[in-house]
């Protein structure tokens, strides 16, 4: 049954910490993003299944386990999705990447696509989808529903940070989705902001404000 995973590993509490923190500059948030993403993902992928192999060794013969199964593919959600593309990749390079852009209008908070582009062969893999912040759900929700239309059967969704209202919303839309964040704020605000959160990541990401 999927449901949300909190990775309290201290380094990804440690990391979250300094990223909540309104004085920590660009450079350093950046960096943050992609150490707490990568992070996050080693327990995302904890469940990739695996087969046995033989390998002759300098010393021997042995019989070890490779990745089995579905490839992999990452769909960061634009633009804050970017950050984290980096982390993740780092350990599993071979994974393709699609892109979607959905931004949520003011106000509504109703989830407008306004860009697309996925392997040929999306379908037939294991799709991580990533994004800073889970907070309304909309665009989560509008992603995965995305790809799950082009035939994508196996989706995981992955955050720096999620709210109860966000988590709830995404569940109840995907309840087959497992979610993957290293935590759980108070709440979300008016405009759509986990509280306390750390700021509008994209944001601090690409130094726009």
């Known amino acids: 049954m999927a449901g949300i995973h909190?990775?309290?590993?201290?380094?990804?509490?440690?990391?979250?910490?300094?990223?909540?923190?309104?004085?920590?500059?660009?450079?350093?948030?950046r960096e943050l993003t992609s150490e707490t993403a990568m992070l996050i993902c080693y327990e995302a992928t904890r469940d990739l299944p695996m087969k046995e192999v033989t390998i002759e060794t300098?010393?021997?013969?042995?019989?070890?386990?490779v990745i089995s199964g579905r490839k992999l593919a990452f769909?960061?959600?634009?633009?804050?999705g970017l950050g984290l593309i980096e982390g993740v990749t780092s350990l599993i390079p071979a994974?393709?990447?699609g892109h979607i852009g959905i931004f949520c209008e003011p106000g509504t908070h109703d989830a407008v696509k306004y860009y697309s582009k996925m392997p040929d062969d999306i379908a037939e893999r294991e799709v991580i989808v990533?994004?800073?912040?889970?907070?309304?759900?909309t665009?989560?929700?509008?992603?995965?529903s995305d790809l799950k239309e082009m035939g994508v059967k196996s989706v995981k969704f992955l955050c720096l940070l999620a709210c109860p209202e966000g988590r709830d919303a995404l569940l109840a839309a995907h309840p087959d989705v497992d979610i993957y964040c290293g935590g759980v704020d108070e709440t979300m605000n008016e405009e759509g902001?986990?509280?306390?959160?750390l700021g509008d990541a994209g944001d601090r990401i690409f130094g726009t404000k």
């Open 139 to 144: 665009s989560a929700i509008a992603a995965i």
């Open 58 to 65: 300098h010393q021997g013969i042995a019989k070890t386990k």
């Open 95 to 97: 994974a393709k990447i």
């Open 130 to 137: 990533v994004d800073a912040m889970l907070a309304t759900g």
């Open 193 to 197: 902001y986990i509280v306390p959160g």
């Open 75 to 80: 769909v960061p959600i634009l633009r804050a």
């Open 6 to 29: 909190v990775v309290d590993h201290p380094l990804v509490q440690h990391k979250i910490s300094l990223m909540r923190d309104k004085t920590t500059g660009v450079k350093e948030f």
